[in-house]
């Protein structure tokens, strides 16, 4: 997300302060950080006694800004999901099934919403475009935090359609940013699944499916997560930078190779923080994936700003 608003240097006071901490996204952790950071302590320690105290006492810029930024990192974490739809034509080309007239704000724009998309995004081709297409767009969206400024925030999502098991499955991957990025990617992936039905490419009774964590084997859930962290997604628009963080856990049943035979009886759940994990010998042996139940990974991709992906 990019927020054109420059709160630095602005100082709210009042009803505008109050608006601002009784946003949804400022949590009580950041308040309470600052309140005890200035030796004040609450019995309670609720949010609203923390609001209550910096209201009644204001806040610096500084702090402006922390909280600010508090909200900006909530907002900016991309969230995944998958879904998978069976393909009735083998030699189908996504990139010649987008309709001419595609267009995205008649798909996707709501009349009297609190956002805009920005420009004319289109479907591209990844290689040919046959089995691969991606479609990236950007929204303005319209907050008002409180009745002195308007606040205009920028958020990005991504659809990626692909088709995978032999041409005979379809599979449509959405990364969102914010609750109307999410909303978005939605309506464009049912439209698209639609026009599919319409000219039979599609069966009529398939329903999209999502890709759910149980719907991966030991070695294939190890290996989507590891491409997703460590290869470009598309035309070499993510490049990967680290893997600080992994969460995994002994499958259930399994008797483990005598290299990790000592997690059997006594680990449940391991997790791992660090540089450089997805390097380690856990994740090194393919020999070790099936009795790994991998379910957690932060990785760090190269990009202009700090970001992540979990």
């Known amino acids: 997300m990019n927020n054109k608003q420059n709160f630095k240097g602005k100082l709210l006071f009042g009803n505008s302060l109050r608006d601002l901490l009784n946003d949804s996204n400022v949590t009580n952790t950041v308040l309470r950080k600052i309140t005890r950071r200035r030796g004040i302590f609450i019995y309670k320690n609720e949010k609203p006694d923390h609001i209550q105290a910096l209201v009644s006492t204001g806040i610096t810029p500084i702090e402006l800004t922390e909280i600010i930024d508090s909200i900006i990192t909530k907002e900016e974490n991309p969230k995944y999901q998958s879904q998978i739809i069976r393909c009735n034509d083998n030699n189908l080309s996504l990139i010649n099934s987008v309709p001419i007239d595609f267009n995205l704000r008649n798909i996707a724009q709501e009349d009297f919403s609190n956002y805009q998309i920005i420009g004319v ?127 995994f856990k002994p499958e259930p049943g399994s008797v483990l190779p005598d290299e990790i035979s000592w997690m059997q009886e006594n680990i449940s759940n391991l997790a791992l923080q660090g540089k450089n994990l997805h390097s380690t010998f856990f994740f090194d042996n393919v020999n070790f994936y099936k009795h790994i139940q991998l379910y957690r990974v932060v990785a760090y991709p190269l990009c202009q700003d700090s970001c992540r992906l979990n």
């Open 121 to 247: 995004p289109n479907f591209k081709a990844v290689g040919d475009g046959k089995d691969h297409i991606e479609l990236d767009f950007s929204i303005e969206r319209f907050q008002m935090t409180n009745s002195s400024y308007k606040n205009i925030s920028e958020f990005q999502g991504k659809i990626i359609i692909k088709k995978e098991n032999g041409e005979v499955d379809i599979k449509a991957t959405t990364s969102h940013s914010s609750p109307e990025t999410k909303e978005i990617a939605k309506k464009v992936v049912d439209y698209f699944v639609n026009e599919l039905k319409k000219s039979g490419v599609i069966n009529i009774k398939e329903n999209l499916i999502k890709v759910r964590f149980s719907d991966f084997t030991n070695e294939n859930r190890i290996s989507f997560i590891k491409e997703l962290s460590q290869k470009s997604n598309g035309e070499k628009t993510l490049y990967f930078k680290d893997t600080k963080d992994i969460s």
